[in-house]
């Protein structure tokens, strides 16, 4: 690998725009980033000893998912009570101590919100259920009379997210509850100004001990269409990202949504700091996404369509124009991710023959990624989007190339996907497989026993941080890297210009500017000349001839 050539001069962060307009955040996923009490489940103080290898990384923030009291039946996105840790993952003391030694070590925490639905655990899912139809206590949710002579019928034809009827039953009711995600999971009724007032109050609670932000979940999804009209599509989280002319159902992105951000909005800005929101909002086209973040809303929110991108150049440079531009006319950043919790892993999603299609898991019998060439494309991948302006978003584990466990047998699987489908999608679990972090202990040092809720695959052995820590052209370097040359080049709240020039007319490869870094990424098979620069570094080893070998990327310096 082609380290630095150049002496890189010191340049200052002068950024008057609040930290996130350019962070680089780092998503945990609690249960499976560091177990401290070997029950085989990562926990807070397994996040906090693990504090400083992220420091070392150079992230500026980190997104936690929920660790929130939950019966965890989808992973703790069904919060039980809002305000109290789960004992799985630790107490609000343990919370506190993450948060403090995160901000000693210069990095802002985000806490997961989750507004469209509580657990069928929740005090108020239970007293609703108790109580009668029409009851203050059930218009805290979305109830309704079934259809048919004896109200057998769901009360229209809308289906989970995760597959299924998104209507259930109680036992022994009359009436129906909506659900979009799984029956444990009943979404509420935000036309009722006592859900708004208690979700205020979450946000002061988390506000007042110091969090820099929410991850809001679901965002697009919190008011449904008036009279609840049915509709034959079938509800989905990505919905409409891929073809613009798709309408999104009744369920999403209703102008209603707007009001509650604009309102939360004023909720932050009454605290001292850059308190943040981030969207998670799987609408499209990018206009209609950027609504969420004008300038009394959101401050952020997830650049899907960035994820969604296949390995080909002229998309990627569609979608980074498109994003650019959409944001830009709200006076907004860019975000740019490319894996999270609800993914596949894009180092495998790159190694596919559809390279960065995005199925639904992956198991046994599906095709088996190409895990090194997968690898070599994450590797340039990184490179792409470390040097765009903006924010972006890393998931644990890309950091070290990790790739989805792609045969993860079906007994040890606990997405609710996988069930309500009866297996016809695969789902999540592949991407959230414990961390390793020593290849020579067991559960790979994801803790102190041999317990890991999932089984980690035998391949992760080579991604462990101590095979990668300090040596040279491991992914974990090159991350280390990148993200200490954009902050040296202040890459994140730089502009792009786009380099067209004929020693690089080849359509396979994207050439861009960023101040006075230039960025080379090579999608195609064929090596590429590279333009007029200083090579500071290179995914790949430049060929004999000094040329970008195939899906690999560079980044120069320029005058
Ligand atoms: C979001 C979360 C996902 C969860 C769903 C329901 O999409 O990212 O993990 O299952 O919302 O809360
Ligand atoms: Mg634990």
Redesign the pocket.
Known sequence: MNMRTKEIPARNLTSEQAWWHSAVIYQIYPRSFADADGDGIGDLPGITARLPYLARLGVDALWL?PFYRSPQA??G??VADYRAVDPLFGTLHDFEQLLREAHALGMKVIV?L?P??TSDEHAWFQVALQSAPGSPERARYIFRNGKGQHGELPPNDWQS??GGNAWSRAPGDTQWYLH???RR?PDLNWDNPEVHEEFEDVLHFWLERGVDGFRV??AHGLIKAPGLPDWSGQAA?VEGTQDSNIKAGPMWDQEGVHDIYRAWRRVLDAYPGERMMVA?A?IAPPERLVRYIRPDEMQQAFNFDYLLAHWHAAEFRKVIDASLAASASVGAPTTWVMS???SVRHTSRFGLSTPGARPKGIDAASEQPNEALGLRRARAAAMLTLALPGSAYLYQGEELGLPEHTTLDAHYRQ???FFRTHGEEIG?DGCRVPMPWQADAPSFGFGPSQKSWLPQPSNFVRYAVDRQDGVSGSTLELYRQLLQLRREYALGVGQLRWVEESATANTEVLVFDNGSLRAVINFGLEPAALPAGTVLMSSEPLDAAGRLSGNSAAWLAIA
């Open positions: 998912s989808d992973a996105y069904d997961d989750v469209n639905h997210v995760f979009l995600f799984d999971q979940d679901v989280m998670e799987w999270n919790h609800d997405d609710p996907a999540r």
